[in-house]
């Protein structure tokens, strides 16, 4: 499922928000009827959990907390160490590098998700995967692959209900700060870490209401959204076909479908994961070009066969 941190914030109409939380509550019921032992989140961060002094492209939390950007949940999370420890393990000896961290902090597109599907983030054990989606440069779609292959792998030998989720994209291009374009304050931030004051997040929220508002007026210099690649993409994944991604240029996806389109990378890892199963098919599925969220807004359901 896609996340957008203008879910919770002051902008998008009614129209949308029921549109949009109608699908979730399709999802939420899908995965109360499955009743998951154990919950493993792909997901990206925003420079709230990791920072260019050291980034890696994945990493496995055995610890984890909410910092609680954008109206999410601020806390701990419920991370079994020992099964992330394993999951880890498992991950180095399929030859995909991993990092590790005891003390991961994860945001909106982490705990978002959680808080959609359970009503609370703490509901049920996870196991948080990050992807790097948004430092360049970025690693091959084939390694993401690789990834979700090779935690599914790990997953099938526990004998429990394992929810999957990928969590970002689609088509999205909102103002994200990097190396060559972050003025002194935000490079801080980005390189280093460090700390957002309230006032400080309380100004990044009233710049990305004004972002919002600009792009669905038309106005602004943000990369359009693009339906027609995010509906293409999609019918990639109901259909199996993961291994294409594999020749995708990461220059390509950018300038099809702006620079934060690379969260798909969360969705490859998901899929891939559950394909190790053998096939599967897609259940629900929705997807909205959603300008007021500065986002094609997508959720998939999918089961093996």
């Known amino acids: 499922m896609s996340h957008s941190p203008l879910l919770n914030l002051p902008g998008p109409s009614q129209e949308l928000l029921d549109d949009i939380d109608g699908a979730i509550a399709i999802a939420r019921d899908f995965v109360a009827a499955f009743d998951p032992e154990l919950v493993v989140t792909f997901s990206p961060d925003h420079y709230n959990g990791f920072f260019y002094r050291a980034m890696p492209p994945f990493?496995?939390?055995?610890?984890?907390q909410g910092v609680g950007d954008?109206?999410?949940?601020?806390g701990p999370l419920n991370v079994p160490a020992d099964l992330a420890t394993d999951c880890a393990g498992a991950v180095l000896d399929a030859d995909v590098d991993i990092a590790i961290s005891a003390a991961m902090d994860v945001d909106h597109g982490t705990v978002q998700p959680l808080q959609k599907l359970f009503g609370d983030a703490t509901a049920k054990p996870v196991i948080p995967v990050f992807i790097n989606s948004v430092a360049t440069p970025l690693g091959?779609?084939?390694?993401?692959?690789?990834?979700?292959?090779?935690?599914?792998?790990?997953?099938?030998?526990?004998?429990?209900?394992?929810l999957?989720?990928?969590?970002?994209?689609?088509?999205?291009?909102?103002?994200?700060?990097?190396?060559?374009?972050?003025?002194?304050?935000?490079?801080?931030?980005?390189v280093?870490?460090?700390?957002?004051?309230?006032?400080?997040?309380?100004?990044?929220?009233?710049?990305?209401?004004?972002?919002?508002?600009?792009?669905?007026?038309?106005?602004?210099?943000?990369?359009?959204l693009n339906p027609d690649w995010d509906r293409a993409f999609l019918d990639l994944l109901d259909t199996g076909r993961l291994a294409e991604v594999d020749v995708w240029d990461n220059g390509w996806i950018a300038a099809q479908a702006g620079n934060s389109a690379h969260e798909v990378r969360t969705w490859v890892a998901a899929f891939s994961a559950l394909a190790t199963q053998g096939d599967y098919q897609t259940d629900s599925r929705f997807y909205r070009a959603a300008p007021q969220l500065i986002a094609g807004f997508a959720i998939r359901t999918a089961v093996c066969r």
């Open 59 to 64: 990493c496995i939390g055995t610890a984890a």
């Open 70 to 74: 954008y109206g999410t949940y601020k």
């Open 140 to 162: 091959p779609l084939r390694r993401v692959r690789a990834l979700g292959t090779a935690v599914g792998a790990y997953l099938a030998t526990l004998g429990k209900r394992v």
């Open 164 to 190: 999957v989720v990928g969590s970002g994209g689609l088509s999205h291009d909102p103002p994200v700060p990097t190396l060559a374009t972050a003025p002194p304050a935000a490079l801080e931030r980005i």
């Open 192 to 224: 280093h870490g460090a700390p957002m004051s309230a006032e400080q997040r309380q100004a990044r929220q009233t710049a990305v209401i004004e972002a919002a508002r600009e792009f669905a007026s038309g106005q602004g210099g943000l990369a359009p």
